[in-house]
């Protein structure tokens, strides 16, 4: 216990009350005589006891604190989305506990748990997984209104959620290339095949961002009646391997023309590797990226790329997580919203070699 | 209210105990007899209460979680550095309740306000002021340990802090192009010169990084000998304002042949202007930022950067934070951490024209 900081049973005793009692003064909850109020009161101010949300929760059952959990605070969209609940938040009264859980389950688990033991009023959360969610399950069990955001979980059960369009997102994206011209589309993907293909079959799954895009992908190659080489598609989880993956493509696989990159973190690796290989972007070679960088004009040729309205995703989950706290809308059906990415076509995108 | 979340209150009227006896019982405290752990035990169950660490903190005066206020969660520094934070505190068993303040005083005066209300152990802050700290003393004076992060403030009083050594960073920047033979520099910067030249005599006030990067500037040119024309000195608060004066700079000023931007926000728009206009870089006019960015190696020229440790800087803040929660050196006199930068010269930078 830090020096200096009374607690409320510090009071109760130099006032000589209850600590119910003390925390009803201090609160304003409750009738408490004018006398008690002075003698809590003065001990209150004599000790330096200060006002206390704490103290307050305990008797309201509410903390005006909102919980958010993201994978990655470094990461620029989550950042951009984190500044828009805040900004729906604090606009409501309400302070936001930022949890960065750096892509990892069992933290997310511990970060979810403290999370509802500090009692916070409801929970938006970014998940680490698309099918455990027994974490996510207990918060709605417990009564705490949850809102998912980038992405569903198959555990959590019925819940509100706050999506981009990624399937739709990434088809336009991949069907812009191939209206130029281009028929041998390269990806560059987190998703795994396998996993991507399966999860095709059972619509109702709940899956990635980077496997709905994949989807996406396949989705406007079969449109334009393409078959999916399979050396065309990078697998890879960072933008290193994403570089080494792009640069071995360019040599091995002389008919691509164009690559797609699925986040923005391949989005920078695919960039470099084609700023260090042999053929010129965009008159040998194509790149779309994904989300709209600081960087996207810095770099030349400046980078097309499907833009994610960061912003508006956080801002949206905010509202559905404060339309749930504000009461009576509190009990009907969870809701899904999905937002619409743009897409942003520059100098690194242009139709194929003739 | 949410629906189905049971108070302490709750459980003690279930109970039929005080909520200070329910509380003791659930929260693991004092010495309530077999029978009444009994009936508490048995109301939570049954209510479905929560083990709860707001309860739990009302009697021992920690809550096990620390604040952190930083001006611009979307600022990469900042998003690194919160990181650096958010490692220390979980491997000590901290949750982080963070706040961005979108670089808006009142904002950051609310948020510690709040902050203390929830009663957060101790607190992280890279205040938007480096004057005005009636709010930091408050924290104090409660004695909430304090460390402020990035830059000292006159108004918190004799605390914490952990910095990086920007006058030396920016002195040794500019240096590199003075060896070079530049000795037009201009300097790109969001400090006012004529306060900065005051705080320059008053050497004890705190001063914001970036006018002490200013005054490195200053110090590299005085002693190359080289006497600072007004003119070299773009002032502004944004990368489109900089982008604007550097545009401007590079037509209205021939003899300058070296930029240097004293911000990562500056950073871009200088290198934007520079791109756009009609003198090539690194041949015409060199270019050094600062930070390191993820496009610094993707643009070409490469960047040349002053790269500050922003993840280090924000552990180093919770290593600090963390040593006075854990007590016997809490009440030692306050510690001041520099961390030094780093200087990556690339591309964008080398001599002058013949």
Redesign the interface.
Known sequence: ?????P???DV?RDAGV???TA?RVLGGYGTPSPELVRRVQDSARRL?Y??????R???????R?IGVVVS???N?FF??A??GI??RA?AAGY??????T?MDLA?ERS?VE??????V??MIVASASVSEGGHLRRVRE????LVLLDRRNDGAGAVDSVLLDNRAAAQRAVSHLLDLGHRAVAVVTSATPSESRSARRRRSAAEFPSSLRFEGYLDALDEAGVTCDPGWVLRCDDADAACERVRDLLVTRPEVTAVFATTNVMT?GA??AI?DGDRRCPEDVSLMGFDD???S????PQLSVVAQPAYDLGAAAGTVLLGR?AGPG??SAPSETILQSSLIVRGSVAAPPA
Chains 1, 2 share one sequence.
């Open positions: 216990m830090a020096a200096g900081r607690t409320i049973i109760a209850s600590p119910a925390g330096g200060r006002a206390n949300d704490v103290a929760s305990i008797v309201t059952g509410s903390t604190v990655d605070i470094e620029p950042a951009r984190v500044n805040s900004d604090r302070e936001m506990l930022l949890v960065s750096r933290r970060a403290a999370l509802m033991a500090k009692r009023d409801g417990a009564g705490v209104p920078g960039f470099r700023m960088h600081e960087w004009t810095l770099v030349r706290l509190s009990r």
